[in-house]
Antibody, heavy 119, light 107 residues
Framework: EVQLLESGGGLVQPGGSLRLSCAVS????????MGWVRQAPGKGLEWVSA????????SYPDSVKGRFTSSRDNSKSTLYLQLNSLRAEDTAIYYC????????????WGQGTLVTVSS | EIVMTQSPATLSVSPGERATLSCTAS??????LAWYQQKPGQAPRLLIY???TTATGIPARFSGSGSGTEFTLTISSLQSEDIAVYYC?????????FGQGTKVEIK
């Protein structure tokens, strides 16, 4: 059974940093592109990062480029998202998600971790 | 960036009736289009990929169609458990984008 479990969310001040983790099981982690998608309170879904199975390729939308960094440790089957220079508008539930091999949609999602940026 | 626009924002449908949701892309995405269902307090769930292929375990009343820039998600006979927000997503490139969502409610 595929499982994704996020952690690391919490309350952080504007300008601060946070690192999210996503521990996975039930599939060959290193074979799959992974991503992060966020959802601000009462709002829709926004894709924020993707990383290839090897970790060698990453992509981000302009809204987070230069502030967020995705990485992975395939030996630990864990995905990470480093959030820097956080702003109030980064407040959201952050979901990690798995992509099927060779494709860019997401077939499995975690339950999410809440990041709140506030002073 | 490819912009995805969904309509309507809210759809009210009687139980057992058909629900038709639309998604329009600002440029062609071929059939690189997925649909997700999100119930309150839950993570999104994949319904459709490749514009028309139903994901594993999804009831047969859900179907997708379209290509290029115009796509449709159809729920053939709405059930109470289908109350949710539905999102489309293009994945023609690494720069994936979602639509703003359509909320389906019971009339």
């Amino acid at each position: 059974e595929v499982q994704l479990l996020e952690s690391g969310g919490g309350l952080v001040q504007p300008g601060g940093s946070l690192r999210l983790s996503c521990a996975v099981s039930g599939f060959t982690f290193s074979s799959h592109t992974m991503g992060w998608v966020r959802q601000a309170p009462g709002k829709g879904l926004e894709w924020v990062s993707a990383i290839s199975g090897s970790g060698g390729d990453t992509s981000y939308p302009d809204s987070v480029k230069g502030r967020f960094t995705s990485s992975r440790d395939n030996s630990k089957s864990t995905l990470y998202l480093q959030l820097n220079s956080l702003r109030a508008e980064d407040t959201a539930i952050y979901y990690c998600a798995k992509a099927p091999m060779g494709n860019y949609y997401f077939d499995y999602w975690g339950q999410g971790t809440l990041v709140t940026v506030s002073s | 960036e490819i912009v995805m626009t969904q309509s309507p924002a809210t759809l009210s449908v009687s139980p057992g009736e058909r629900a038709t949701l639309s998604c329009t892309a600002s440029q062609s995405v071929s059939t690189k289009l997925a649909w997700y269902q999100q119930k309150p307090g839950q993570a999104p769930r994949l319904l459709i990929y490749g514009a028309s292929t139903t994901a594993t375990g999804i009831p047969a009343r859900f179907s997708g169609s379209g290509s290029g820039t115009e796509f449709t998600l159809t729920i053939s006979s709405l059930q109470s458990e289908d109350i949710a927000v539905y999102y489309c997503q293009q994945y023609t490139t690494w720069l994936r984008t979602f639509g703003q969502g359509t909320k389906v409610e019971i009339k």
